[in-house]
């Protein structure tokens, strides 16, 4: 058994509003509130963001503590990205300390905002589901060649291995650091090379257990989208219409408050 | 031809090659009656998955046919088998497809097209056969590993197929895992299934109608199980402990009727005492510990919903020259504390003393201490990376910045330790068998020489012959002095072979010492469903002889003729 920490966007099974609402719903408004994050360039915008955030999380029924502790990557990327922004307009734009700070840490949180809001989706969807609903949103655009079954059962399983193969590799890399495997000096060839012991060992088993899945999926009678059918087909409820509005109007009135009030 | 029970599954001379010249089934005939359970027996590398593949229909026999409810299994269209036939393979891990215990269920009947309240009973059903209802909404990796086993077979079960195959499925268990596992067989069979199952392990052989064992692609012997025990040896397998009592007791002259651990109690409570020879007194209280872990606490995930306390103030004691099986469920904290004996995780808490002197925790020191702690993870044969197996075992030495000679020296040791010829050296270690693999991996830690090793599950997923070899390979290497720890579930093992015990139970060292002391103690925490035979029988012993030893081993036990 290993007790790697809490791998990040695992589904967190809890009974919510959010929970409960359909996947393309969902995905509808991800999209919608991205965009908005993305739109929001002063801090009061920002605040705005944070507070939908908190919003959603609530609704959610989980906590700021277990979303932040499951999005650890994230708040590394956020991290360099405030280093990045601090050195950046401070040694090379020349621009106040002060300024710098409020900078970085402005771009800093609207980018932890914004991964925080796509995180929120598969820590409150089942990976199974959220690939229903991504086939149904990609279905239009099959008729282009758009593979949308195929992209959804790919998406759906790696949400499922993806914890596993970390696993895997987290063991590989204890087993060759046991052998003695450098992977924290020399130049940086030498750190490129010392990299082969892991990535050799982690392709071989990814194959073997790609090529394991493949015969198991075979033997349960997969073969494609076509004839498939699901034991919870996508039910579009009132609720789901009734958060879709919802979000929809905050985005509405998120821009025109932004229009007038010049945000 | 009336009477005579339907055949669920057929195969006729059925021939398979990989390569077009070594013949991994050899003209292979074989009928399944509906309602049987049959159990095909094979070491490693004998051919038996390839035969599970051509029976579920996943590889089309390269001469001869094979029949699925009396139909060429050719003439199916892509998907219908899995109607007919439900598959589990080895590894849990990569057949559940969905992160949701019911998602994975529902994947075989929603692929065949069931409408979703057929589905729903379906998956209800499923679960039900499998006692895993009152999991249905929970996230597969929260499942323990027999759990997740008996989640594929319920995936299997929920296309409500004519038959089960099934390949290993116990294999990568823990006693309790498989206990379990092998309840629900036995209820399924019991209610009717047809199961073929093929294994290498002679657990639970009496349950089957048939056994057959399959030996370089053909049928090398095929009877009842009852008949089976008197040709095991011959056929290259190694007899439960309990059936090679019996077979003493029976050269002995003690006419034993049946094998059951009543039957051989009573045999041995009718000899006269003393059964077992007077134990030694170890000298293991002056022998000096190379290691000793004093307190070791260690909190994974600190001050997150996910904190967990893997290892609670343990205390262990590994004496030079002595071989210590650390026992204990899984997610007891058993590989979380050999990997602290290594330097792999920082010590959070308590301390750790090597030859006295406390772990080294970083830099240099650290990593000349995997000089002295060697440690064989899991699967070992998994990291193995290099084209050869000398560059394989040359990896390690070389990373400790051996000389070009010693490196060429410590290869050449560590080779002929492991019992492997010069030859290997130039081959390729992903084209060996899995034995040959599992030697290579421990051979690979060997080379740098280490004073102590430390071994997780070095027997899993081995054959009777791979399995006697590595532990014979273990024995030697503690009598030319190294320090050797494992790690394991099995517990027959543990008690045949090692010197000391510890009991890690839920992070927390509960029992350690020698096994004679630890034994009694064992016992209360273990369920009755996983004690050894043997435990089982002086036991048994020890209700009508209160003085009877509760600890011996087969080969100290003094057996006077009748």
Same mark, same amino acid.
């Given at each position: 058994?290993?007790?790697?920490?809490?791998?990040?966007?695992?589904?967190?099974?809890?009974?919510?509003?959010?929970? $409960?609402?359909?996947?393309?719903?969902?995905?509808?408004?991800?999209?919608?509130?991205?965009?908005?994050?993305?739109?929001?360039?002063?801090?009061?915008?920002?605040?705005?963001?944070?507070?939908?955030?908190?919003?959603?999380? #609530?609704?959610?029924?989980?906590?700021?503590?277990?979303?932040?502790?499951?999005?650890?990557?994230?708040? !590394?990327?956020?991290?360099?990205?405030?280093?990045?922004?601090?050195?950046?307009?401070?040694?090379?734009?020349?621009?106040?300390?002060?300024?710098?700070?409020?900078?970085?840490?402005?771009?800093?949180?609207?980018? *932890?905002?914004?991964?925080?809001?796509?995180?929120?989706?598969?820590?409150? *969807?089942?990976?199974?589901?959220?690939?229903?609903?991504?086939?149904?949103?990609?279905?239009?655009?099959?008729?282009?060649?758009?593979?949308?079954?195929?992209?959804?059962?790919?998406?759906?399983?790696?949400?499922?291995?993806?914890?596993?193969?970390?696993?895997?590799?987290?063991?590989?890399?204890? $087993?060759?650091?046991?052998?003695?495997?450098?992977?924290?000096?020399?130049?940086?060839?030498?750190?490129?090379?010392?990299?082969?012991?892991?990535?050799?060992?982690?392709?071989?088993?990814?194959?073997?257990?790609?090529?394991?899945?493949?015969?198991?999926?075979?033997?349960?009678? !997969? #073969?494609?989208?076509?004839? #498939?059918?699901?034991?919870?087909?996508?039910?579009?409820?009132?609720?789901? *219409?009734?958060? *879709?509005?919802?979000?929809?109007?905050?985005?509405?009135?998120?821009?025109?408050?932004?229009?007038?009030?010049?945000? | 031809?009336?009477?005579?029970?339907?055949?669920?599954?057929?195969?006729?001379?059925?021939?398979?090659?990989?390569?077009?010249?070594?013949?991994?089934?050899?003209?292979?005939?074989?009928?399944?009656?509906?309602?049987?359970?049959?159990?095909?027996?094979?070491?490693?590398?004998? @051919?038996?998955?390839?035969?599970?593949?051509?029976?579920?229909?996943?590889?089309?026999?390269?001469?001869?046919?094979?029949?699925?409810?009396?139909?060429?299994?050719?003439?199916?269209?892509?998907?219908?088998?899995?109607?007919?036939?439900?598959?589990?393979?080895?590894?849990?891990?990569?057949?559940?497809?969905?992160?949701?215990?019911?998602?994975?269920?529902?994947?075989?009947?929603?692929?065949?097209?069931?409408?979703?309240?057929?589905?729903?009973?379906?998956?209800?059903?499923?679960?039900? +056969?499998?006692?895993?209802?009152?999991?249905?909404? %929970?996230?597969?990796?929260?499942?323990? @590993?027999?759990?997740?086993?008996?989640?594929?077979?319920?995936?299997?079960?929920?296309? =409500? /197929?004519?038959?089960?195959?099934?390949?290993?499925?116990?294999?990568?268990?823990?006693?309790?895992?498989?206990?379990?596992?092998?309840?629900?067989?036995?209820?399924? %069979?019991?209610?009717?299934?047809?199961?073929?199952?093929?294994?290498?392990?002679? =657990?639970?052989?009496?349950?089957?109608?048939?056994?057959?064992?399959?030996? +370089?692609?053909?049928?090398?012997?095929?009877?009842?199980?009852?008949?089976?025990?008197?040709?095991?040896?011959?056929?290259?397998?190694?007899?439960?402990?309990?059936?090679?009592?019996?077979?003493?007791?029976?050269?002995?002259?003690?006419?034993?009727?049946?094998?059951?651990?009543?039957?051989?109690?009573?045999?041995?409570?009718?000899?006269?005492?003393?059964?077992?020879?007077?134990?030694?007194?170890?000298?293991?209280?002056?022998?000096?510990?190379?290691?000793?872990?004093?307190?070791?606490?260690?909190?994974?995930?600190?001050?997150?919903?996910?904190?967990?306390?893997?290892?609670?103030?343990?205390?262990?004691?590994?004496? %030079?020259?002595?071989?210590?099986?650390?026992?204990?469920?899984?997610?007891?904290?058993?590989?979380?504390?050999?990997?602290?004996?290594?330097?792999?995780?920082?010590?959070?808490?308590?301390?750790?003393?090597?030859?006295?002197?406390?772990?080294?925790?970083?830099?240099?020191?650290?990593?000349?201490?995997?000089?002295?702690?060697?440690?064989?993870?899991?699967?070992?044969?998994?990291?193995?990376?290099?084209?050869?197996?000398?560059?394989?075992?040359?990896?390690?030495?070389?990373?400790?910045?051996?000389?070009?000679?010693?490196?060429?020296?410590?290869?050449?040791?560590?080779?002929?330790?492991? @019992?492997?010829?010069?030859?290997?050296?130039?081959?390729?270690?992903?084209?060996?068998?899995?034995?040959?693999?599992?030697?290579?991996?421990?051979?690979?830690?060997?080379?740098?020489?280490?004073?102590?090793?430390?071994?997780?599950?070095?027997?899993?997923?081995?054959?009777?012959?791979?399995?006697?070899?590595?532990?014979?390979?273990?024995?030697?290497?503690?009598?030319?002095?190294?320090?050797?720890?494992?790690?394991? %579930?099995?517990?027959?093992?543990?008690?045949?072979?090692?010197?000391?015990?510890?009991?890690?139970?839920?992070?927390?060292?509960?029992?350690?010492?020698?096994?004679?002391?630890?034994? /009694?103690?064992?016992?209360?925490?273990?369920?009755?469903?996983?004690?050894?035979?043997?435990?089982?029988?002086?036991?048994?012993?020890?209700?009508?002889?209160?003085?009877?030893?509760?600890?011996?081993?087969?080969?100290?036990?003094?057996?006077?003729?009748?």
């Amino acid at each position: 058994m290993s007790f790697a920490s809490l791998s990040m966007g695992q589904y967190v099974p809890v009974a919510s509003a959010i929970h $409960a609402l359909d996947p393309r719903a969902k995905l509808l408004a991800l999209l919608v509130l991205m965009g908005v994050v993305f739109v929001s360039t002063s801090p009061w915008a920002l605040a705005c963001c944070l507070l939908l955030l908190g919003a959603c999380i #609530r609704g959610a029924g989980l906590s700021w503590r277990l979303v932040l502790s499951s999005s650890r990557p994230i708040l !590394y990327l956020a991290l360099f990205t405030f280093v990045f922004n601090v050195v950046a307009h401070f040694f090379w734009g020349e621009a106040l300390l002060s300024d710098a700070l409020a900078e970085g840490t402005f771009f800093s949180l609207r980018l *932890t905002i914004l991964m925080l809001f796509a995180l929120l989706l598969p820590l409150t *969807t089942a990976p199974l589901e959220l690939s229903d609903g991504l086939e149904a949103l990609l279905l239009p655009f099959a008729r282009w060649g758009v593979p949308a079954h195929e992209c959804a059962m790919m998406i759906g399983i790696a949400l499922r291995f993806i914890p596993l193969l970390m696993e895997e590799m987290d063991r590989i890399v204890k $087993a060759q650091l046991s052998r003695g495997a450098r992977l924290d000096q020399g130049g940086l060839l030498r750190r490129v090379m010392a990299f082969f012991p892991i990535l050799i060992p982690l392709f071989v088993i990814i194959f073997r257990r790609a090529d394991e899945l493949a015969l198991a999926m075979e033997a349960r009678g !997969y #073969r494609g989208g076509k004839g #498939r059918t699901r034991r919870r087909p996508l039910q579009w409820k009132k609720n789901d *219409t009734r958060a *879709t509005i919802l979000v929809m109007s905050v985005a509405v009135l998120f821009l025109s408050l932004r229009r007038w009030l010049r945000l | 031809m009336d009477a005579s029970p339907e055949v669920v599954l057929a195969l006729y001379k059925v021939t398979f090659s990989y390569d077009g010249q070594t013949r991994v089934l050899d003209e292979i005939s074989l009928d399944v009656f509906k309602g049987e359970r049959v159990i095909v027996l094979g070491r490693n590398g004998s @051919g038996k998955s390839t035969l599970v593949r051509i029976l579920g229909a996943l590889q089309s026999p390269l001469q001869g046919a094979c029949f699925i409810c009396g139909r060429d299994a050719s003439t199916y269209l892509p998907g219908e088998v899995s109607r007919k036939i439900g598959v589990v393979f080895q590894n849990p891990e990569s057949q559940i497809v969905a992160s949701l215990v019911e998602d994975d269920v529902a994947f075989a009947p929603e692929n065949q097209g069931y409408s979703s309240e057929e589905i729903g009973r379906r998956v209800f059903c499923a679960l039900a +056969q499998v006692g895993l209802l009152h999991k249905r909404s %929970h996230l597969v990796t929260t499942l323990s @590993g027999g759990e997740k086993q008996r989640l594929a077979l319920a995936g299997a079960l929920a296309s =409500e /197929p004519d038959c089960l195959l099934l390949d290993e499925p116990t294999a990568m268990l823990d006693p309790e895992g498989r206990s379990d596992v092998a309840a629900v067989l036995s209820s399924l %069979h019991e209610k009717g299934t047809t199961i073929l199952q093929v294994t290498h392990q002679l =657990e639970g052989l009496e349950k089957a109608d048939r056994v057959l064992v399959l030996a +370089q692609g053909r049928w090398a012997w095929q009877g009842a199980p009852e008949d089976f025990w008197g040709v095991a040896e011959g056929l290259g397998f190694e007899l439960p402990p309990l059936r090679q009592l019996a077979r003493r007791l029976r050269e002995r002259g003690y006419p034993l009727p049946s094998v059951s651990i009543e039957s051989v109690a009573e045999a041995l409570g009718s000899f006269p005492l003393p059964l077992s020879r007077p134990q030694l007194v170890r000298t293991e209280a002056d022998r000096a510990a190379a290691i000793e872990v004093e307190g070791l606490s260690c909190r994974f995930n600190p001050s997150t919903p996910l904190e967990l306390l893997a290892l609670n103030s343990v205390f262990a004691r590994f004496p %030079h020259s002595a071989w210590t099986s650390i026992l204990g469920r899984t997610g007891s904290g058993k590989s979380t504390l050999v990997q602290h004996l290594n330097g792999l995780y920082p010590i959070q808490q308590g301390r750790i003393l090597l030859d006295d002197v406390p772990l080294p925790q970083k830099g240099e020191e650290l990593h000349r201490l995997r000089r002295k702690v060697g440690l064989v993870f899991q699967n070992p044969e998994e990291q193995l990376f290099c084209p050869t197996v000398r560059e394989e075992l040359a990896f390690a030495p070389n990373n400790l910045g051996f000389s070009k000679e010693e490196i060429a020296l410590s290869v050449d040791r560590a080779l002929e330790a492991v @019992g492997l010829e010069e030859d290997f050296k130039e081959r390729n270690p992903i084209r060996l068998s899995g034995g040959e693999r599992r030697l290579v991996a421990i051979a690979s830690v060997l080379s740098m020489d280490p004073s102590c090793l430390i071994l997780d599950e070095p027997t899993a997923g081995l054959d009777a012959a791979y399995r006697k070899r590595i532990l014979e390979l273990l024995k030697s290497l503690k009598k030319n002095g190294k320090t050797i720890i494992t790690v394991t %579930h099995d517990l027959e093992m543990a008690l045949e072979f090692s010197d000391r015990l510890l009991f890690l139970n839920q992070g927390r060292s509960e029992l350690e010492g020698e096994p004679q002391a630890v034994v /009694p103690l064992l016992i209360e925490k273990l369920s009755s469903r996983v004690c050894p035979d043997l435990l089982r029988v002086s036991l048994l012993l020890r209700k009508s002889r209160l003085n009877s030893p509760l600890f011996w081993r087969l080969d100290e036990l003094l057996l006077p003729g009748l």
